[in-house]
């Protein structure tokens, strides 16, 4: 079944399975959504029904957050704790935007129990050219030992005059040099209508 407030957003999802021994339908599983003026999701939680008590048990939550031109800049993800009857954290995504409202960073965390504390686990890096092409996607994880940012891999990309890719570059994170090793790389062209005529792959050799 599913519910919808003023402006059309879906607030409620609910999921039945019908019982031939009662001949009614069994709740199953829920999911509850709030929006903001915006009509974009603050919040949502889904919640699993309990048949013993016969009522609604938690089970997931997701907050967000927006920024002024409706990007989401932040995702939290709970998970419900019947010991103690309340919200765990689990993990986070920060995302960051430039003008033109291309994510240049990705950033996720999980929640440490032990510490209370968000650790940092891997992050997304992009760079975009003036006509909003990606160009660059660099891939990182959070080192404990070092307490740092390493390289895990990435890609460039470049583009003709129509926007075409015509240029895809791979490289892997060498951790005994500390640098970016070229590993292989794809180069495309283009007739006069912008369909594409050929892809020609080459592999790096080390």
């Not at 509850?32 to 609604?56: C, F, G, P, Q, R």
């Not at 996607?137 to 129509?162: H, I, M, P, Q, R």
């Not at 015509?166 to 590993?183: C, H, P, Q």
Request: avoid cysteine; charge should be negative; hydrophobic fraction near 35%.
């Amino acid at each position: 079944e599913y519910t919808y407030d003023a402006n059309n957003n879906q607030i409620l999802y609910s999921n039945y399975t019908w019982n031939l021994a009662s001949s009614a339908w069994i709740s199953n599983y829920k999911y509850e959504y709030t929006y903001n003026a915006n009509n974009n999701v603050i919040l949502s939680i889904s919640y699993n029904w309990d048949i013993s008590s016969s009522s609604w048990i938690e089970n997931n939550k997701r907050e967000a957050t927006y920024d002024a031109n409706n990007n989401i800049t932040l995702n939290v993800f709970f998970t419900w704790d019947l010991a103690s009857s309340a919200w765990l954290e689990v993990e986070k995504q920060e995302s960051t935007y430039d003008a033109n409202n291309n994510q240049i960073l990705s950033s996720s965390y999980t929640w440490d129990l032990a510490s209370s504390a968000w650790l940092e686990n891997n992050k997304i890096e992009a760079t975009y050219d003036a006509n909003n092409n990606v160009t660059l996607n660099a891939f990182f994880t959070w080192d404990l030992a070092s307490s740092a940012w390493v390289g895990t891999y990435k890609y460039e990309y470049t583009y003709d005059a129509n926007n075409n890719q015509i240029l895809n570059s791979n490289y892997t994170w060498n951790l005994a040099s500390s640098a970016w090793l070229e590993v292989e790389k794809q180069e495309s062209t283009y007739d006069a209508n912008g369909n594409k005529t050929l892809d020609v792959i080459f592999n790096w050799d080390l």
